[in-house]
């Protein structure tokens, strides 16, 4: 009998969730991607060093604004750990534009244009980078432009039906429902699932799976912020699952039968097609109290990390310049 690890890979193409060179080296995944917090967290690690020298260098020689400086140096970071993972998997490695934009249309598409920019300079083949942005409108918006212009988008921070909807009409390549993050506010309002099949994070995104299929959108669904490996494999079948380091290990550990859940299959003829403009997208929303907490939740909590980011940067030019 094989692990499950393995098993799961014949249904849905993992993903790892990690900004850790080393750890998605030993785990052998197709695709990567990183958040903020993850590239904070490798960013913090002595092994790491090195990549957060060359950004602050790099930026330092291009920018006199120390602000501006700060963003640079941000965007070159994340580029310089995209690029290492690059090497790594053989798929696609998902960079994510700062979430203090995620309001402004404007200022995402061109944050996006220069990351895509840095990882041509770097000699990425940018075909297998997707620029991640938070599904709000104006998110969306950005990620329509960005399709029109060829470059492939992951929309995450997705935690509703309504979200899913507007980024498939938007053409976007992939959707990142988080799994975990809906079962924890759900959890909080007393709501506790005894079956992964009633848990409301899986729900959700087989819902998203269901509709896509049914009315034939090619976006990719991928779950993402899992909590347990029941979790994932309630999802097995979903297009791809993009996993922490921790339950990839304990998948590769568990050996046991792993069952198909979703495919071409998983259509439903008595759904209703969704018709969103702004106004009926922004009311579905605000109507959905845990995907609106959730959604503004998760930017605050990127946004911290990236302005923690922004604090380690300024601490090691100052130490860098001490010495």
Same mark, same amino acid.
């Given at each position: 009998?094989?692990?499950?690890?393995?098993?799961?890979?014949?249904? *849905?193409?993992?993903?790892?969730?990690?900004? +850790?060179? #080393?750890?998605?080296?030993?785990?052998? %995944?197709?695709?990567?991607?990183?958040?903020?917090?993850?590239?904070?967290?490798?960013?913090?690690?002595?092994?790491?060093?090195? @990549?957060?020298?060359? %950004?602050?260098?790099?930026?330092?020689?291009?920018?006199?604004? !120390?602000?501006?400086?700060?963003?640079? $140096?941000?965007?070159? @970071?994340?580029?310089?750990?995209?690029?290492?993972? =690059?090497?790594?998997?053989?798929?696609?490695?998902?960079?994510?534009?700062?979430?203090?934009?995620?309001?402004?249309?404007?200022?995402?598409?061109?944050?996006?244009?220069?990351? &895509?920019? @840095?990882?041509?300079?770097?000699?990425?083949?940018?075909?297998?980078?997707?620029?991640?942005?938070?599904?709000?409108?104006?998110?969306?918006?950005? #990620?329509?432009?960005?399709?029109?212009?060829?470059?492939?988008?992951?929309? =995450?921070?997705?935690?509703?039906?309504?979200? !899913?909807?507007?980024?498939?009409?938007?053409?976007?390549?992939?959707?990142?429902?988080?799994?975990?993050?809906?079962?924890?506010?759900?959890?909080?309002?007393? =709501?506790? %699932?005894?079956?992964?099949?009633?848990?409301?994070?899986?729900?959700?995104?087989?819902? &998203?799976?269901?509709?896509?299929?049914?009315?034939?959108?090619?976006?990719?669904?991928?779950?993402?912020?899992?909590? *347990?490996?029941?979790? &994932?494999? !309630?999802?097995?079948?979903?297009?791809?699952?993009?996993? *922490?380091?921790?339950? @990839?290990?304990?998948?590769?550990?568990?050996?046991?039968?792993? #069952?198909?859940?979703?495919?071409? +299959?998983?259509?439903?003829?008595?759904?209703?097609?969704?018709?969103?403009?702004?106004?009926?997208?922004?009311?579905?929303?605000?109507? +959905?109290?845990?995907? =609106?907490?959730?959604? #503004?939740?998760?930017?605050?909590?990127?946004?911290?990390? $990236?302005?923690?980011?922004?604090?380690?940067?300024?601490?090691?030019?100052?130490?860098?310049?001490?010495?």
């Amino acid at each position: 009998m094989t692990d499950k690890l393995t098993q799961l890979a014949r249904y *849905s193409v993992i993903v790892a969730d990690s900004g +850790d060179i #080393a750890s998605i080296r030993a785990l052998g %995944a197709q695709d990567c991607t990183t958040n903020p917090t993850l590239i904070l967290k490798a960013a913090s690690m002595p092994e790491y060093a090195p @990549l957060v020298a060359d %950004a602050i260098a790099w930026a330092g020689q291009r920018e006199s604004d !120390a602000d501006r400086q700060i963003n640079l $140096t941000i965007d070159r @970071l994340a580029v310089n750990f995209g690029t290492e993972l =690059t090497r790594i998997v053989p798929g696609f490695v998902s960079t994510e534009v700062d979430a203090r934009l995620s309001f402004d249309t404007r200022a995402t598409v061109a944050r996006a244009e220069r990351i &895509i920019e @840095l990882y041509q300079q770097a000699g990425v083949d940018t075909s297998r980078i997707l620029i991640k942005i938070a599904s709000t409108w104006e998110g969306v918006r950005a #990620a329509t432009e960005l399709t029109k212009k060829g470059f492939r988008c992951n929309l =995450t921070l997705l935690f509703s039906l309504a979200q !899913a909807v507007v980024c498939a009409e938007a053409g976007v390549f992939l959707i990142s429902p988080f799994v975990g993050r809906i079962t924890d506010w759900y959890k909080a309002h007393g =709501t506790v %699932a005894t079956r992964p099949e009633d848990d409301p994070g899986v729900r959700s995104v087989r819902e &998203i799976y269901t509709y896509y299929k049914t009315f034939g959108y090619q976006t990719v669904v991928m779950g993402a912020s899992f909590r *347990s490996t029941a979790q &994932i494999l !309630a999802l097995a079948g979903c297009d791809r699952l993009t996993i *922490s380091p921790a339950l @990839l290990e304990k998948l590769r550990a568990e050996q046991g039968d792993v #069952a198909r859940v979703l495919g071409a +299959d998983s259509t439903d003829r008595s759904l209703a097609r969704l018709e969103l403009d702004e106004p009926r997208f922004r009311w579905r929303l605000n109507d +959905d109290a845990m995907a =609106t907490e959730k959604l #503004a939740e998760g930017i605050r909590q990127f946004a911290a990390d $990236t302005e923690k980011l922004s604090a380690l940067i300024r601490q090691t030019k100052a130490q860098s310049a001490r010495h």
